[in-house]
């Protein structure tokens, strides 16, 4: 994914009215900060099927994805409304119904009414409104533990690569032990944790040979499952760090 030259213009003004809903406060950026909304219903537009707007406040910045792009910019909430500057957006092909969401969506977003209520943030533009819940809430971070977490890529520095097709590979984490599927051979370490580290023992596999691909997937594995290694988990995805190399993992359905 590599960050556009180009800017997505988000209007600072609104293009409709609506106000807040009874008893839902315009909530300040400080109420906002730290949290991430995903879209659980939007009336007056149709989403792309099977994609979802996801929006995070951070420190006055915006950041907005809806199936294709990532889009950011700051932003202010100013008599009840969301007001945002120029938008950097990324500059990744996808289908053309999802790139004119993108557009839709950075149209959307400036000038739309902002309500929060508990977990639940509600926009309003015209007349379309979009209901948001708290990504805590409505994609609850997996437990790190007696999940099944299947291999999804490797990180190398800045770059991140996908998993060989037909390769499949997993970790489970359960009672002191890692159980390791490494793509070829599977085994096993002893593992303990804190809330951001894996502390991982010496790995036994089994010695089978297998084709390129796999050994491959095998070896980059093997070669971040050692020691002390960072790990984050938000809602479906685990992500392990040994200093610039990692993997990603998603948890099994």
């Given at each position: 994914?590599v960050v556009?030259a180009?800017?997505?213009l988000?209007?600072?003004t609104?293009t409709?009215g609506?106000g ?6 315009s909530p300040s950026?400080a109420?906002?900060d730290?949290r991430?909304f995903?879209s659980t219903?939007?009336?007056g ?6 994609s979802t ?7 006055g910045?915006l950041?907005a ?8 910019g ?8 969301l007001?945002i ?6 500059d990744?092909g ?9 557009t839709?969506?950075g149209?959307f977003?400036?000038?739309a009414?902002v309500?929060?209520a508990g977990?639940?943030?509600t926009l309003?533009?015209g007349d379309?409104?979009?209901t948001l819940?708290d990504?805590?809430?409505a994609?609850p971070?997996r437990?790190?533990e ?13 770059a ?6 037909g390769?499949?590979a997993?970790?489970t ?13 599977t ?6 944790s ?5 502390s991982?023992?010496?790995?036994a596999?089994t010695?089978m040979a297998c ?9 980059a594995?093997?070669?971040v ?20 190399n990692?993997l990603?993992?998603r948890?099994?359905?």
């Open positions: 994914m556009g180009g800017l997505l988000a209007a600072c609104a409709g609506g807040n809903p009874a008893n839902s406060p950026p109420v906002l730290g991430t995903l219903s939007v009336t537009h149709d989403l792309v099927s099977g707007v996801r929006l995070s406040f951070d420190a910045q950041g994805s809806a199936g294709c792009n990532q889009m950011g700051a932003y202010q909430v100013v008599d009840g409304r007001r500057g120029s938008m950097m957006t990324t990744m996808c289908a053309a119904p999802l790139m004119a969401q993108d839709w969506v149209s977003l400036g000038g009414t309500a929060l977990d639940t943030l309003t533009n379309t409104t979009m819940t990504r805590e809430v994609d971070d437990p790190l007696g999940t099944r977490w299947v291999l999804d890529g490797f990180i190398t520095g800045d991140v690569s996908s998993v060989a097709a390769v499949n997993a970790v984490i359960a009672d002191g032990r890692m159980d390791v599927e490494a793509g070829c051979n085994g096993g370490a002893t593992v303990s804190t809330a951001s580290t894996l991982i023992g010496p790995m596999l010695k084709p390129p691909d796999a050994m491959a997937v095998e070896q594995m093997t070669s499952l050692s020691g002390d290694v960072g790990y984050t988990i938000e809602a479906d995805v685990l992500t392990m760090t040994a200093g610039p990692g990603t993992f948890a099994a359905t």
